[in-house]
Structures are given as C-alpha cells and as structure tokens.
C-alpha cells in the first residue's frame, strides 16, 4: 500500500554542523508535506511545511526540499545544536485524505 | 494560552478495564483526531472527527471507541477488546480535515496494561 518511510533510522551530527534528514513516499498523488520533531514523551511539533507546487521552502535553521520526480522529502537543519535532538518525522497526505500519514521517523543525536 | 490538553499523562489499568483519555483543545478546530505511537516506530491513525457529532474510523480503530459530542472535546476510550493497549496515544487537531494544514498535537497519554 501508499506508505511514507525514512532512509535512516538514526543519524548523529557534531554540534555545529549541517544535519540531512531524509524520507521517502510512495504516494505520487501526495501534495503536502509536513515535517515534525518530537522530543522524547512529548506530542510533535510543527516544523516546516510545503506544498507540491514548490521544491525548497526555508524556515529558521531548516530547510524542506521536495523532489516529486524520485518522491523525495529532505529536511536540512544549519548549525546543528544540542537542542535540536530528538526523534524527526515526516508526514504526508493528498487532497481528500482524511489525515496525515506519517514515516516511522528518524533519531538525530547531536554530539557535543 | 490555545491548545490541546491530554490527560491523564500516565495511566495503569489492569486487563480487562476500560480506560478513557481526555483531549480537549481551546484551538476551535473543526477536526481533531488521535493516534497510537509504539516505540520505536511513527504515528497510527485510530479515529478522526472533522466535526461535531461525527468521527470515522482510522487504520486501527479496532478495541477503541471515541465521541465528539462538543467541538472542544474527543475523549478515547481503550476497550478490554483492544489486545496490545500498552501505548503512547497523541491527540491532535486541526482548523480542518484533510489536507489543509498542520496537525496540533497534544503532549501524550501513556498507558500501560498491567
């Protein structure tokens, strides 16, 4: 079936550095994308966003690249700080669907 | 401040009980929703509603039970018949169903079977 994954299931950074998080999804009928960190017995939160009609969209520090043709879903992170560790997922759904389907996530463990 | 409410945080129960778990949200969203997390893996639709009086079923409704008889609350109930209730359970809300915006979630109940 229509599935959203994650290439890596856990990636460490040094402090400082650039992190890539990425996702995979099936579905090419797909149109909104929604990045989520979720901190360790807390709800997720929002990150960034984008549509299908766009194919990088920045935020503070993140960056969402979407390419529809491979139906792949980047999420860059600048300047990786500690507080930024935490458990990333990516979510998707189409027009009509009822909710979001959400990847299996990815742990980022930022070394000091 | 707006936003959405769980609790309990934590919850016991012995097999066999009923539990129910509260999600209230002063967003007024029209659509609210709850989802199953286990460790290690993402989010598992078990019910949405999109607005009052009405909820469909997700991916896992089975051995759960749900009602939306107020916008600003959906309250989850963990049926005996749910067979691996041990979870963590987010709810979340939305100013419409579908696929028009970004989910709020809650910060968890966990719930654990003992």
């Known amino acids: 079936g229509e599935s959203v994954g994650l290439h890596l299931p856990t990636l460490s950074v040094q402090e400082g550095d650039n992190s890539i998080i990425n996702c995979a999804y099936s579905n090419s009928a797909s149109d909104y994308f929604i990045w989520y960190k979720q901190e360790s017995g807390k709800g997720p939160q929002f990150i960034i966003d984008i549509r299908s009609n766009m194919d990088k969209r920045q935020g503070q520090r993140v960056t969402v690249l979407l390419n529809k043709t491979v139906k792949h879903l980047s999420l860059q992170i600048a300047a990786t700080q500690p507080g930024d560790s935490a458990v990333y997922f990516c979510a998707e759904t189409d027009t009509g669907r009822r909710a979001l389907t959400f990847g299996s996530g990815t742990r980022l463990q930022v070394q000091p | 401040d707006g936003g959405i409410t769980q609790s309990p945080k934590y919850l016991f129960r012995k097999e066999g009980q009923n539990v129910t778990l509260s999600c209230e949200q002063n967003l007024n969203h029209d659509a609210m929703y709850w989802y199953r997390q286990d460790p290690g893996q993402g989010l598992r639709l078990i019910y949405y509603s999109q607005i009052v009086n009405d909820f469909q079923k997700g991916d896992i409704a089975e051995g759960y039970s749900v009602s939306r008889e107020k916008k600003e609350s959906f309250p989850l109930t963990v049926t005996s018949a749910q067979k691996n209730p041990t979870a963590f359970y987010l709810c979340?809300?939305?100013?419409?169903?579908?696929?028009?915006?970004?989910?709020?979630f809650g910060e968890g109940s966990r719930l654990t079977v003992l």
């Open positions: 979340a809300s939305s100013r419409q169903g579908g696929s028009t915006g970004e989910l709020f």
